[in-house]
């Protein structure tokens, strides 16, 4: 019997036939505002939450996948970022510098606060950050926190030190780290 006619070569290409016809209907189903957010549409982006890009840095949630540096608890706190005056140039450079790193959208950027959006490119699971000025304490707040899920694996921690390296590197005159 030739390969191309055996029973199994034949139901698998029937299942291909089911899956390509499965993706299709999805496709057309999700829609085009979600065919851009990578193979799954942005399925997994998930609504931004109403305290975010108000001004103010948002409390983080009672899941673990949040830094915030106002936050008391240690499972949530992180350190602000050091800046030097003028305040307002050294965020403008902060977020020049997040802006920078992939999958990064700024979504507001003032003076005194910025709200970026971070978009993982597989799954498109969206994550936002917030900067905000405290000209009391010299430094720029920061909170980094995942819309959907429990745990991050540690990345909004990461993201957060990463941008802390890469402006103080920026500062010191050295190229920033990516």
């Known amino acids: ?12 290409g029937a299942c291909r036939s089911c899956l390509v016809g499965l993706v299709a209907i999805a496709a057309l189903t999700l829609g085009p505002a979600t065919a851009s957010a990578g193979p799954f549409g942005g399925l ?8 975010v890009g108000t001004g103010t840095l948002a409390a983080c949630p ?6 915030q540096s106002s936050a008391r ?6 350190a602000p970022i050091a800046a030097t005056p003028p305040l307002e140039g050294a965020l403008a450079e902060l977020v020049a510098i997040a802006a920078a790193m992939p999958g990064a959208r700024v979504v507001a950027a003032r ?21 905000a000025i405290d000209a009391t304490g010299g430094t720029i707040q920061v909170r980094s ?12 921690r990461k993201r ?7 402006f103080a590197a920026g500062r010191r005159g050295g190229a920033p780290v990516r």
């Not at 608890?73 to 992180?78: C, E, L, M, T, Y």
């Not at 926190?145 to 909004?156: E, L, M, P």
């Not at 957060?160 to 890469?166: G, H, I, T, W």
């Open 1 to 12: 019997m030739a390969h191309a006619q055996h029973p199994i070569a034949r139901r698998r």
């Open 160 to 166: 957060v030190e990463d941008l802390r390296k890469a």
């Open 62 to 67: 009672e899941t673990p996948n949040c830094v």
């Open 111 to 131: 003076p005194d606060y910025a709200h970026l959006e971070f978009e993982t490119p597989l799954m498109g699971f969206v994550d936002d950050v917030e900067f």
């Open 44 to 51: 997994f982006a998930g609504a931004r939450p109403a305290g």
């Open 73 to 78: 608890d240690p499972r949530h706190a992180i």
């Open 145 to 156: 926190a995942s819309r959907i899920g429990n745990s991050d694996f540690g990345v909004n």
